[in-house]
């Protein structure tokens, strides 16, 4: 009896096992606006940590599927989360047991270097920035070399050198040595089955004049953001203010300036990544105002997602701290939309806390919206200055 029973509980557990283990997998591509792959299904509330940006038309593997996600796996030993509208299934593919790199170009043009690599398919790929010395990393997946051969042309001016590795045998590994130290911004895309990495370039002048300066006052429209506590003043309205100060302050030192807003408007954050990617500014600062569930939090704080892109940060970060306000932080790895650029360098200015009495009471003054202005101007400044 007892055997007979252990055995069905065997058998039980071996049809379920085999049930969920068979899911056949299925292909597809990314589609859509700024597809991209998470590391795992952590859920915070801006979002779970990005691996990556990819291009659409991207082909994927998809082994299971969890909630709005699809698992989707990239090598024989990575793994990646897709978002499902941002993935097309396409029976037609002929898949391929491992793709051949082919050969390399490197060069450029009036603003950017490029490295291209051709591939009979458009393979996922992920991309990182290093510093000391300043480098970014690219793992293409699936892809085996028979790259033989690399073409370095003089109009390549950022580009110090270019090699690679076979990580595993189903990972290619692009390493991109840089001449400066700090990294200006580089976006990957296809361009028909060549993966292209685009390289931007320290501007030959670092004075604020000859700069493109991006400035994002962050909610706007039905999108209100936070609400001071005691005034009930909205976060939209007073990160547009600080903003056209900032606009204002860098434009009489003649800086180029982008405003993503200049009106109460909405706009979503794909459009502002889209509209940023499109203006290809020099930096990107982002103003808003913090909140917290808890009252006595309080203080100014600066964050980037990429560690190529924490100067300015670091910089402004200690400007703002002029001004009086508690030391919040400088905080690195933030999944914030617009940190989530790599195009260009991007500081996020959380410029106090307006669910703090004593924050609030500085926010409201129109006075302080000048000096939030000069003392971001001032970090941009000391962070171009020690730019090497
Ligand atoms: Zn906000």
Do not use: C
């Not at 953001?225 to 009930?232: D, L, P």
């Not at 600066?302 to 924490?310: D, E, L, N, S």
């Not at 003392?375 to 020690?386: A, P, T, V």
């Amino acid at each position: 009896m007892y055997l007979a029973a252990m055995r069905s509980i065997a058998l039980i557990l071996f049809v379920f096992i085999s049930y969920t283990g068979t899911a056949q997998p299925f292909y597809g591509r990314t589609t859509g606006r700024l597809p991209y792959l998470n590391y795992g299904l952590g859920e915070d509330r801006l979002g779970g940590a990005k691996m990556t940006y990819l291009d659409s038309n991207i082909l994927v593997k998809v082994v299971d599927s969890v909630k709005a996600d699809y698992k989707i796996q990239l090598s024989s030993s990575h793994f990646a989360y897709l978002p499902k509208n941002h993935f097309r299934r396409d029976t037609s593919i002929k898949i391929q047991p491992h793709y051949n790199t082919a050969s390399w170009r490197i060069w450029g043009d009036d603003k950017h270097d490029f490295v291209s690599i051709a591939l009979p398919e458009k393979l996922p790929y992920r991309v990182q920035q290093e510093i000391n010395p300043s480098k970014i990393i690219v793992d293409i997946f699936g892809a085996v070399s028979n790259t033989n051969w690399i073409t370095q042309l003089k109009t390549a001016k950022e580009i110090k050198n270019a090699w690679y590795e076979q990580l595993q045998d189903d990972v290619f590994r692009i390493h991109i040595l840089l001449k400066h130290q700090q990294h200006w911004g580089h976006l990957l895309y296809y361009n028909k089955n060549a993966l292209h990495i685009r390289i931007k370039r320290q501007p030959e002048s670092l004075k604020i004049k000859n700069l493109k300066i991006a400035i994002d006052a962050g909610h706007g429209g039905v999108n209100t953001g936070a609400t001071g506590i005691t005034t009930q003043i909205k976060e939209k309205d007073y990160t547009l203010k600080m903003a056209q100060q900032l606009e204002k302050y860098l434009t009489s030192k003649k800086a180029t300036v982008f405003m993503t807003r200049s009106e109460d408007v909405d706009i979503n954050m794909i459009d502002r990544t889209l509209m940023l990617r499109e203006q290809d500014p020099d930096i990107l600062i982002s103003i808003h105002l913090n909140s917290s569930s808890n009252q006595a939090i309080k203080g100014t704080s600066t964050y980037y997602r990429h560690i190529g892109f924490r100067p300015p940060s670091e910089k402004i970060l200690d400007r703002m701290l002029e001004l009086g306000l508690a030391n919040f932080g400088n905080i690195g790895a933030f999944n914030f939309s617009l940190s989530g650029p790599t195009e260009y360098p991007n500081t996020l200015v959380e410029v106090a806390f307006l669910s703090n009495r004593e924050d609030e009471q500085r926010i409201i003054e129109p006075k302080f919206h000048k000096d939030v202005a000069k003392q971001i101007y001032k970090g941009i400044k000391d962070w171009l200055k020690n730019i090497k």
